[in-house]
């Protein structure tokens, strides 16, 4: 099973600044990597597949990079309604498809 | 617009079973693979099951595997979940997920918004 690491468990972030979280694998993925973004009692949304890749809708301040075992998911520029949770999911290695724990940003 | 919404969240003694439904909307949903996911109470998400799109191929998380099942009615656009023998580690909120379609990219492109299922005595 692949390990998936997140890190800062928590990102203290004020609105209009860039926030960039990182997520490590145990073994490469090549690029079959995505991130999702949680609310607080609301569905997962998909922001980011095979690693850089926007999903349909997404706003372009969410750019995600990398591949192997290191990636990054950037907001460059903060709004108010990015303050979430953000996980990142390997699809490479199946089953079973392993997420990160999560990296809370929240408001500085 | 593309919709899952799950039901039958509940809360169950030890040893109990319950199934869960995820209704599908907005979408043709016999052409898609889905997936149940869980998160326990401040937990992360974890993966639970795969069914393809006949409902003929299920693949299952280890600490799951002989105790749930997954299936599918393509005729009523809805995903299950039977659980049995439930035990308090099964605690968590459960979702249904939409598997992508690009071939080869195995990322889940839509969830529902889950349904709590507490295990206690």
């Known amino acids: 099973e692949i390990v998936m690491t997140q890190s800062p468990a928590t990102l203290s972030v004020s609105p209009g600044e860039r926030a960039t979280l990182s997520c490590r694998t145990s073994q490469s993925v090549s690029s079959k990597l995505a991130w999702y973004q949680q609310k607080r009692g609301q569905a997962p949304r998909l922001l980011i597949y095979a690693a850089s890749t926007r999903a349909t809708g997404i706003p372009a301040r969410f750019s995600g990079s990398g591949s192997g075992t290191d990636f990054t998911l950037t907001i460059s520029s903060l709004q108010s309604e990015d303050f979430a949770v953000y996980y990142c999911q390997q699809y490479n290695n199946w089953p079973p498809w392993t997420f990160g724990q999560g990296t809370k940003v929240e408001v500085k | 617009e593309a919709q899952l919404v799950e039901s039958g969240g509940n809360l169950v003694q030890p040893g109990g079973s319950l199934r869960l439904s995820c209704a599908a909307s907005g979408f043709t949903f016999s052409n898609f693979w889905f997936h149940w996911v869980r998160q326990a109470p401040g937990q992360g998400l974890v993966w639970v099951s795969r069914?393809?799109?006949?409902?003929?191929?299920?693949i299952y998380a280890e600490s799951v595997q002989g105790r749930f099942t997954i299936s599918r009615d393509n005729t009523r656009n809805t995903l299950y979940l039977q659980m049995n023998s439930l035990s308090v580690e099964d605690t968590a909120v459960y979702y249904c997920a939409r598997e992508g379609l690009e071939t080869g990219e195995w990322y889940f492109d839509l969830w529902g918004r889950g349904t709590l299922i507490t295990v206690s005595s």
């Open positions: 069914i393809n799109i006949d409902g003929s191929i299920a």
